[in-house]
């Protein structure tokens, strides 16, 4: 069951991508903080955002494999792919002490919150196939 598709992809980033900007938003106001890179960390926020929706938009193609390990390679895929862009952007430009940690955290979280509800809804649609699955096979008896 593929629930992210070449027709939905762009408004499920979207709606990534604002729920991450808005909570970002909320929690540099809240702590205090004002941003210098603005502009490029909303840049950031969106490329990323296009990156975990393709990933998480990849669990169809592994619907053979246990689920948890597919999470988990998902996962360690979004985080080495930002972690080498990284490792590539600090040649050109220079990465702040800690900044590694700070990139690993910010992409974890909103990773985890990403997926838990994809699969929530994964879980839910799965479920509703079934229902309707039983229903069709007592309809035929």
């Not at 972690?83 to 590539?88: A, E, P, S, V």
């Amino acid at each position: 069951m593929k629930i992210i598709t070449k027709r939905n992809f762009i408004s499920v980033t979207c709606i990534t991508y604002t729920f991450i900007s808005v909570l970002k938003l909320l929690l540099e106001t809240a702590v205090g903080i004002f941003d210098k890179y603005y502009a490029f960390n909303f840049l950031t926020i969106f490329s990323l955002s296009v990156l975990a929706v393709f990933i998480l938009s990849l669990h169809f193609y592994f619907q053979a494999l246990p689920l948890l390990p597919v999470i988990i390679g998902q996962y360690l895929a979004l985080i080495g792919i930002v972690m080498l862009i990284l490792r590539i952007c600090s040649y050109v430009t220079k990465v702040e002490e800690g900044g590694y940690m700070e990139m690993f955290w910010q992409v974890s979280v909103s990773y985890l919150v990403g997926a838990i509800i994809y699969y929530i809804q994964f879980y839910r649609q799965l479920r509703k196939a079934n229902q309707n699955l039983q229903e069709i096979k007592t309809y035929k008896k």
